[in-house]
């Protein structure tokens, strides 16, 4: 039996990088996977590609939340997981940054993070699932470089104890934890880091950590905290 068999998951921001990297584990191991994204082709793309469906979403808006919670509901009965994975990144300090680049970084990782959270609790009370938050090292250590990034990303950390706190508290089988990538050669750090930074880990090193919480073997762990980063922010911490 594959780690996953008879699952439905939502994967935001699926069309590149992590998203699409933990799609592809996740359908390789049983699960029925639906890919959201904002960029429309390249995400129906990986969901072809691994057999999945793909659903546009702009996660910064609540209207596509419930559109897309309602829509896998009615088609599949269910929703066991949500990979809140969707994400961007600028460059900036805090002398640089701009109100208006801080709220987009806010609303993207922030904002969204609690909308699919507040829509798969609704959805997953009864039944029971796993919430699986992807934050950042930067969320755990000083990134003066950018700012904003670091700044949702802890949100997203705070978020996720709350609603871990809160399913425990009301006696919801809802797991909710969140993962703390270092640097990953995606579409989306190589812009900000180089093509050549040393040390960098692959999507696949994030997929493995996002399919135990997904799976069963989990089903004992909440509230936790996972860092996926080769002891990188242990060495700058010594």
Not at 51 to 71: K, L, S, T
Not at 98 to 125: D, P
Request: net charge neutral.
């Amino acid at each position: 039996m594959k780690r996953m068999q008879g699952k439905v998951v939502i994967v935001t921001g699926g069309s590149s990088g992590l998203g699409a990297a933990d799609a592809a584990l996740l359908a390789r191991e049983g699960a029925q996977v639906i890919v959201t994204d904002i960029a429309e082709g390249a995400g129906r793309a990986v969901a072809d590609r691994i057999g999945g469906e793909f659903m546009p979403q702009d996660v910064r808006r609540e209207e596509d939340w419930a559109r897309v919670i309602d829509r896998v509901m009615t088609r599949h009965g269910r929703l066991d997981v949500l990979v809140n994975n969707a994400g961007i990144c600028l460059v900036g300090d805090i002398e640089s940054t701009t109100l208006e680049q801080y709220r987009l970084l806010a609303a993207v990782h922030g904002e969204a993070s609690f909308l699919g959270c507040q829509h798969a609790v609704r959805v997953m009370k009864e039944r029971g699932g796993s919430i699986i938050n992807i934050a950042s090292i930067a969320a755990l250590r000083a990134t003066p470089p950018v700012l904003a990034y670091a700044a949702a990303k802890g949100a997203i950390r705070a978020l996720s104890l709350s609603v871990a706190g809160h399913c425990r508290d009301k006696g919801y089988p809802i797991r909710c934890n969140t993962i703390f990538p270092g640097v990953i050669d995606t579409p989306l750090v190589v812009p900000v880091v180089g093509a050549n930074f040393p040390g960098a880990g692959q999507p696949d090193d994030v997929a493995a950590m996002v399919l135990f919480l997904a799976s069963d073997e989990s089903r004992f762990v909440t509230g936790a905290e996972f860092v996926v980063d080769n002891g990188a922010s242990a060495r700058l911490a010594a």
